[in-house]
């Protein structure tokens, strides 16, 4: 074995490097008491108010609210106002005439005509006509409850997107948190490499190793340097990602911790709560309500209908003598229907099966939450024991590159040793901070499964969004264009 000139003062530059890194990837995961910067939760706020997917998903809602306001106006008089003008010219002339004697014939005589009456005439009138619906086969309640249950589901909907976009955000936010510790951990690699291959070429150059050692140490410095270049552009990456989810650039990120506290404490427990609470499962539910009133609407055309009519007209003749008429009316309707071509049955036996169709998918939703949470479970599990064992292999990497340093130094390890133990450490570093990035993200992701991720589970600081405020503002409106934010 050669002789390591020159690893003792080496291996004080790795500690001082290694204690440098640990305490990077410390302040990143291991929740330092005093961090700085921008924390999980502020991230998590701020994704919450600004996020436009969410916010396009809270507009979606109050669409959906207007259907109700559009139900309910099936129960309301029609009214409407007519008004006619019109200009016209009348002439009536007559022709002086005599009988033909012994014969039936009339001859005209030459005189002029004699004109009678000529002028021209604007007749005008005013008249108002009301129509009420007394009964339409329950259509019009029918209508109503279904654009309720639209209303519902659309709430659900937009929980599973707050959901979406809270997951997405703490993704984000570990993402970046783990790909910052990762960069440093090999931009300190590459500095340990470099300082490396220093010291080896001094020693070849003094004849105490070959050429051999230099090309491995060269080799294994461009390997570091290509994963550092890798590493600063997974790094640009997750910072875009973080700007589109959060909606601001990222700053000084402080640690985060995981929140399965939250969760219920058993898997039995979270399944439970996420068949009852789940949005996926909710609005899978009010999607039967709304498919079985749609099949009531349907069958509502087979219905007679009953209406109340009203009208009032007021006519002016538009002559010298202005003559006026007035007329009303009042009267109701029955419309029975017999036979209307078959596609009234057609619609509902296609309704009737859609309702089907939304029953199944109901039991399909369940299943596939029960996946989930069991998935979500699993993983927040697994990645305690990983981050045991990960930090296992740390410490065992630093021991066994501190033997192998130490055995180089005397001639019992050769450069190779040394190089291949560093890439050990700096792998088991990598491996550490993903674990534990995978713990918080699972935790919230775990959460999500459930269906219980929002701001009031989490504690956040922000008002919540209450989708019954714009529901309530517009649904006994009766006339209005403006919107209840003033557009």
Known sequence: MVRMLGCEGDSRVFRA?????????????????????????????????????????????????????????????????????????????????????????????????????SGDFTP?????????????????????????????????????????????AATVYMDLMRDTAIAEVQRSNVKLLTE?????????????????????????LA??????????????????????????????????????RLAPPSLPAAMQVGLDQNP???SAMYGIDVANLQVKINEGALFPTVTLNGSAQKTWNGTVTQLEQTTWSVGSSLTIPIYQGGGEYALI???????????????????Q???????????????????ESGQAQVRSSETALNGVREEARVGQRTTLDVLNAQ???????????????????????????????SPLTLGLSTPVYDARVHYYQIRDSWIGLRTPDGK
């Open 369 to 387: 939450i029960r996946s989930n949470i069991a998935q979500a479970w699993g993983v927040v599990q697994a990645t305690k024991a990983q981050i």
């Open 349 to 367: 036996r296609q309704s009737k099966e859609t309702l089907t169709q939304q029953r199944l998918n109901l039991e399909q939703v369940r299943d």
């Open 280 to 282: 996926n499962i909710t």
């Open 223 to 260: 390997a570091g340097q290509f994963q550092l270049l890798n590493a600063e552009s997974n790094l640009n990456t997750t910072r875009a990602n973080y700007r589109r989810v959060i909606g601001s650039d990222p700053g000084k990120l402080a640690p985060a911790a995981p929140v399965e």
């Open 17 to 117: 490097r290694s204690g440098a890194v640990l305490l990077a990837i410390a302040g990143l995961f291991g929740g330092l008491g005093q961090a700085s910067g921008q924390t999980m939760p502020s991230a998590l706020v701020q994704a919450y108010q600004t996020n436009p997917q969410l916010n396009a998903q809270r507009a979606q809602v109050r669409v959906t609210d207007e259907a109700v306001p559009q139900a309910l106006s099936g129960y309301r008089p029609r009214l409407s106002v007519t008004a006619n003008a019109s200009q016209s010219y009348s002439s009536t002339t007559t022709h002086p005439t005599s009988s033909v004697p012994g014969s039936n014939r009339v001859a005209i005589l030459t005189e002029a005509p004699q004109p009678i009456t």
């Open 196 to 220: 490396t291959l220093r010291q080896t070429r001094d020693r070849f150059n003094v004849g105490e190793v070959t050429r051999t050692d230099v090309a491995q140490s060269e080799a294994q």
């Open 124 to 168: 005008y009138s005013v008249g108002v006509t009301g129509t009420q619906t007394l009964f339409n086969g329950f259509q019009t309640s029918n209508r109503t409850r279904l654009a309720e249950g639209q209303v519902s589901a659309a709430r659900e909907a937009l929980r599973v997107m707050e959901q979406t976009v809270l997951l997405a």
């Open 423 to 453: 890439q050990t450490l700096v792998n088991a570093r990598v491996q550490l901070v993903t674990a534990q990035r995978e713990r918080v993200v699972g935790s919230y992701g775990l959460l999500a499964a459930v269906g219980i991720l």
